[in-house]
């Protein structure tokens, strides 16, 4: 079973980037879908990006500004996000699951991280 840790979060203005970065442990990992998802105090949690293999999704709201990307040798899945938005501002996850689908629902992922923090001051 894949676990996974999110780092790379931090506060930061509008406008402005940063990279969070998802490290899994695991012999699979480099076959597994690796998603991004966000969740806002009050919210409920969101698809933000996700990649299966080499193939790549993104949420409407983040086409354009963020890229998701995969180095398979060190078992991380990035997430590169430019242009942020104080409507960014949000606790971001990283979740896993073994098969390629359309279906982005968080409930189709498991083994949660912690999470990272992203804040964007306006």
């Known amino acids: 079973q894949v676990q996974l840790v999110e780092s790379g979060g931090g506060l930061v203005q509008g406008g402005g980037s940063l990279r969070l970065s998802c490290v899994g442990a695991g012999r699979t990992f480099s076959r597994n879908t690796i998603g991004w998802f966000r969740q806002a105090p009050g919210k409920e949690r969101e698809f933000v990006a996700a990649?299966?293999?080499?193939?790549?999704t993104y949420a409407d709201s983040v086409k354009g500004r963020f890229t998701i990307s995969r180095d398979n040798a060190k078992n991380t899945v990035y997430l590169q996000m430019n242009s942020l938005k104080p409507s960014d501002t949000a606790v971001y996850y990283c979740?896993?699951?073994?098969?390629?689908?359309?279906?982005?629902?968080?409930?189709?992922?498991?083994?949660w991280g912690q999470g990272t923090q992203v804040t964007v001051s306006s």
């Open positions: 990649i299966c293999w080499s193939s790549t």
């Open positions: 979740g896993v699951r073994t098969y390629c689908s359309g279906n982005y629902a968080p409930n189709t992922f498991g083994s």
